[in-house]
């Protein structure tokens, strides 16, 4: 089956700065890649997602860039502010519309946006 | 209505007690699933619904039964917990053919005493 990495586990910066997660997945035959925020006790929240058939992907301030021959693909938010503290899990799947339909998730990456 | 709705919020149940989580979507979506997340981790693939019926089943221990009822509903009957079932509960949907994207509850959150 599919096995997700994630690293940072653990990531703090200064407001205004970048910050960087990474993620390396197993399985080349994985075409769309979800990034999720979890605040503490909320919903995992889809932020941003990528599809195998695109290298990079922005909304605003945060973008995801995509390797397949690397089978990796990372998170990237600029100029980043408190309110972007949180766990970000990334996660790959095969979506091929089938009904069996399983989402890997990497083990989480905790935030800290220190003002 | 683009939200799956979870009750309760909040459940403390002893481990001789049953009792049932609820989840509700308006969306159309055909596939549902259960997750299971302790803290500080991610979320746990438990069983998965397709077009009302179960296809996948992570090998989750028979204390634990789902249920779909109909295309909107998914219940998770619980019976004789252990207290390391204590756990946030997620349920999410997604529409089927599947395009990847799941759509969470608020998760109930589960403490067995």
């Known amino acids: 089956g599919e096995n997700v990495e994630q690293h940072p586990s653990t990531l703090s910066v200064q407001e205004g700065d970048s910050a960087v997660i990474k993620c390396t997945y197993s399985?080349?035959?994985?075409?769309?890649f979800p990034w999720y925020k979890q605040e503490l006790g909320k919903r995992p929240q889809l932020i941003i997602d990528?599809?195998?058939?695109?290298g990079e992907k922005k909304d605003q301030r945060i973008a995801v860039t995509l390797n397949k021959t690397a089978k990796h693909f990372s998170l990237h938010i600029t100029e980043t502010q408190p309110e972007d503290s949180a766990v970000y899990f990334c996660?790959?799947?095969?979506?091929?519309?089938?009904?069996?339909?399983?989402?890997?998730f990497g083990k989480g990456t905790l935030l800290t946006v220190n003002p | 209505d683009t939200e799956v709705t979870q009750t309760p919020k909040h459940l403390v149940m002893g481990m001789t007690n049953k009792k049932s989580l609820k989840c509700e979507q308006h969306?159309?979506?055909?596939?549902m699933y259960w997750y299971k997340q302790k803290a500080k981790k991610p979320p746990e693939l438990m069983f998965v619904?397709?077009?009302?019926?179960?296809?996948i089943n992570e090998s989750v221990p028979s204390r634990f039964s789902p249920e779909c009822p109909n295309s909107s509903l998914l219940n998770l009957h619980l019976h004789a917990l252990q207290p390391e079932d204590s756990a946030l509960y997620l349920c999410?949907?997604?529409?089927?053919?599947?395009?990847?994207?799941?759509?969470f509850g608020e998760g109930s959150r589960l403490t067995v005493l």
């Open positions: 999410a949907s997604s529409p089927l053919p599947n395009t990847g994207e799941l759509f």
């Open positions: 399985d080349s035959a994985s075409n769309y």
């Open positions: 990528i599809r195998s058939n695109v």
């Open positions: 996660a790959a799947s095969i979506s091929s519309g089938g009904s069996n339909y399983k989402l890997t």
């Open positions: 969306m159309g979506h055909r596939a």
């Open positions: 619904y397709s077009y009302e019926k179960l296809s």
